[in-house]
């Protein structure tokens, strides 16, 4: 009962976020608060690297997972492994409908270069942060099968870390970055719950 009203917590945020977010352009509050994170040369190799870890370490976390799993013939590892690439795959169709539903413009394609500087252009819809949403998916999920503070610490300093880079390098507002947290960490659980109500 206590994962079902998690999970639908986690939609009902979800949801919200797609009415709130329908209607949502840029307030001064995330303009100055984009302003204060995003420096006049966000030429950092470490948050250019942070942010480019989120697609490969997702894609290699339930691979390496399921390898692992065969080679120690460990199935509790192999089930995690597909939930978490099944809360991948439920992530990227809701990140997608929410990118297409909302159509906001990245920051630096709504302001001029000079206010928020960006180096290397990103095709795509602002909200949500497609990064930030598949790092917590990965975190989340990761943390859901192993519930211990020495797994959730490091996992949501990465996922968090992505999200503060995305901000950082001028490709996402703060609320694309909060929304793509709330997505990612929904569609994991979801996606537990969906594996507790009808595969168990």
Known sequence: MNSYLKSTSFSILIFSSIFFCNHLNAQNWEINLLKQINPSNPNSSTWKNISSSAEPICIAAPISMFAISLINHDQNLKKNSF?????????????????????????????????????KDEYGKSMPSGHTAFAFTTATSIYLAYPKWYVALPAFTWATAVGYSRMYLGQHYPSDVLVGAIVGGGSACLTNWLNKKFKN
Do not use: G, M
Request: charged share 25%; glycine share 0%.
């Open 83 to 119: 939930k978490l690439a099944e809360s991948l795959v439920i992530n990227a169709a809701i990140t997608e409908v929410l990118k297409v539903t909302i159509n906001r413009d990245r920051p630096f394609v709504t302001y001029p270069l000079d206010v928020f500087p960006n180096k």
